[in-house]
Each structure stands twice: as structure tokens, then as C-alpha cells.
């Protein structure tokens, strides 16, 4: 297989988007059409004469200015609400010169006026970015964790983590078929060493499972995926290493990959009674080092990353935290 032939996530959006001089994505027009061009905003027989000049309208210039009287006159409210949503998300990124920095503006707090669904977009396609040529198909599944929702299975020392919305399909399927419907009876490919060359084929249907145990090629894959993710946004050379547990008398610094790790870490660091139940959520723990990059404080010590599930066995991983929360030097 040719390197040309290593393609994957071509529906995410990343082929249509330009670089700017520092290497960094930019909206094309042929980007932001594809927002107007979604099945959310497509014409239908029912449509009114504003929309559909509407429509005609930001299909010949999708950065054309729309004014209130223009949505206003549609008929449709589901439809008004939606061009507000893909309109307010163009706006935010014409506010920032890359889609990277208005990702780390978000990370690092800046209000958005548009479904969180657009930020796992804008991450997806910046993780294309960072993983263009990669030829670890186990990565780019590990990577899938940053932007799409997980659920976990925790079996025989094994953590399965496969795709939310694969797996509710199935089990769907299967009790419309008379069979069972948790999600313990899905059964979904497990992604392996030997496997893994399926991906290529397989990238765009999310239907692959992986095992992120702490000593499992899974957990390494993710610590590969957020290296990059650190240096291509902060220029930071960082080495993460999956753990078994933290056994630091001199922890300084954590960072939760999800709410529920923030949570836990914040809670321990405190000394503060944390339950078996509430510790057996934590599905991996990273300790990630610098060389120079961190504070005086910080200078030699490790930061440890902790990826857990929720209380009904979900991932919603939150990637911006590592970017806005790393004891950085110049504190950018």
C-alpha cells in the first residue's frame, strides 16, 4: 500500500481547507460551502422563496453577509435556528487567522455562540492535520477518542472503548432483531497490532474497538496522538507515558482529559475521600514531561493526565484542556 493510498476521515472537512504561512488551516470558500450544502440546510420541496435565495445565495459566496431580515423572512424557525448556528460558527472563525487559534481560543475560554458538535469537528479536522502521513492506523483510532463520544467496557483486565453512536446503532439493531440491546452485546471488531491495517478501509465508519489498558498498544497510542497534539499547537516537545498509578510525594500539577478526570485529580490532589467507584472511572493516567518547557516550579516534574469514564461508562473527552492548562514558561 502506497503512502498516496493511507487516506482516512475524507468526509471531516480537511481536504477542502487551505494553509496559511505558518502551516496552519484556513477556511476555504469550498469549506464554508460545505457547512450551507448540510442535509440541515438542504432545500426541500417545502421550502419558502427566502430560503431558498437564501440558500442560492451563500451557495455562490459562502462568506456573504447575512442580515437578520434575510433569516427573519424564512418560514421555517428549525431552519432559521440552524443558518444562526452555521453562520455564528463562520463568524467565529473569521475572527482568528487559523482554525487552530480559534481552538485555542476556545480552550483557553472564549464564549461560543454555536453547538459544542463544531468544536469535535474543528478538533477532528486539526488531528487530520497533525496525523497527515501517519502510517500508525492504532493512532489514528486512539485519536478518535479526542473528538467522538466513547463507550467503555472494562472486562477481565481489557478497557474497550468503542464508538457511542456505533454502538447504540447496534444494539438498536439488535432489539429490533429480538436480540439484546446493552451494549455489552454489541460486538464490535477490536482494532489490534495484527488488525490494525483494516482501518484504512474502515476510517470513516468509527466501527473498530480499541483496548487502552495502561500496557496495551492502545494506551501507547494515545500518548503518541497527544505528543503531537501538544507540539503542533505550543511548539512544545513533550514525552507522554501511560501509567499504572500516581505514587508521587511531590505531585505538583494534573490535568484532567475529560470533566470526570478533572474532577478525581482535583479531589485527590486535595485529599479528599475519593471512592472505589469514583477511582475505577479513571481508565488511564499519562505522565507527561518536559525538557525547559514548564515553569521554574515545574522545571523537571512531571504533569499527570488522567482519561476517565462517567458513571454510565461514557467518554466526552475535552483535548482543549491539555492546551489551556499546561504549567507552560512563558505562560501562552
Known amino acids: 500500500m502506497t503512502l498516496a493510498a493511507l487516506d482516512f476521515w475524507t468526509t471531516s472537512g480537511w481536504h ?35 430560503e431558498r435565495a437564501l440558500y442560492h445565495k451563500l451557495e455562490t459566496d459562502p462568506f456573504a ?40 481560543a476556545i480552550a483557553k475560554g472564549a464564549a461560543i455562540t454555536f453547538p459544542p458538535m463544531f468544536v469535535d469537528q474543528m478538533c477532528q479536522m486539526i488531528l487530520r492535520e497533525i496525523l497527515n502521513g501517519e502510517i500508525e492506523p492504532l493512532q489514528l483510532r486512539a485519536a478518535e477518542i479526542l473528538f467522538r463520544t466513547q463507550s467503555v467496557t472494562v472486562d477481565d483486565g481489557r ?47 468509527f466501527d473498530t474497538a480499541l483496548d487502552i489498558a495502561y500496557d496495551k498498544p492502545g494506551a501507547a497510542a494515545i500518548a503518541r496522538v497527544l505528543e503531537k497534539w501538544v507540539y503542533h ?14 505514587d508521587d510525594d511531590d505531585w505538583q500539577w ?10 478525581i485529580l482535583n479531589d485527590l490532589f486535595a485529599d479528599e475521600e475519593v471512592t472505589q467507584d469514583r477511582l475505577t472511572r479513571i ?15 515545574m522545571d523537571g516534574k512531571p504533569v499527570y493526565l488522567a482519561l476517565s469514564q462517567n458513571a454510565v461508562g461514557i467518554i466526552r473527552a475535552k483535548p482543549q484542556n491539555l492546551l489551556a492548562n499546561l504549567p507552560l514558561r512563558d505562560n501562552s
Not at 440491546?181 to 490494525?196: F, M
Not at 513533550?238 to 500516581?246: G, K, N, Y
Not at 481508565?283 to 516550579?297: A, I, P, Q, V, W
Open 16 to 50: 477542502l481547507l487551505d494553509h496559511n504561512s505558518d502551516r496552519m488551516l484556513v477556511p476555504s470558500a469550498d469549506f464554508m460551502a460545505a457547512y450551507f450544502q448540510r442535509p440541515e440546510l438542504a432545500l426541500v420541496e417545502e421550502s419558502c422563496d427566502a
Open 65 to 104: 453577509v447575512v442580515n437578520e431580515e434575510e433569516l427573519n423572512a424564512m418560514a421555517d424557525a428549525d431552519i432559521i435556528e440552524n443558518y444562526r448556528a452555521v453562520l455564528a460558527f463562520r463568524e467565529f472563525l473569521g475572527q482568528y487567522d487559523s482554525l487552530e487559534a480559534a481552538y485555542l
Open 159 to 205: 478497557i474497550m472503548v468503542a464508538d457511542q453512536t456505533t454502538v447504540q446503532f447496534h444494539a438498536d439493531s439488535q432489539r429490533l432483531e429480538g436480540g439484546g440491546e446493552k451494549k455489552e452485546d454489541v460486538q464490535i471488531d477490536v482494532l489490534t497490532e495484527e488488525t490494525a491495517d483494516a482501518y484504512w478501509d474502515r476510517s470513516e465508519m
Open 233 to 246: 499547537f505550543l511548539k512544545l516537545r513533550v514525552s507522554v507515558t501511560p501509567m499504572l498509578r500516581i
Open 254 to 263: 494534573h490535568i484532567g482529559l475529560d470533566g470526570e478526570s478533572t474532577m
Open 283 to 297: 481508565l488511564c493516567l499519562f505522565k507527561l514531561e518536559s525538557d525547559g518547557g514548564f515553569t521554574d516550579k
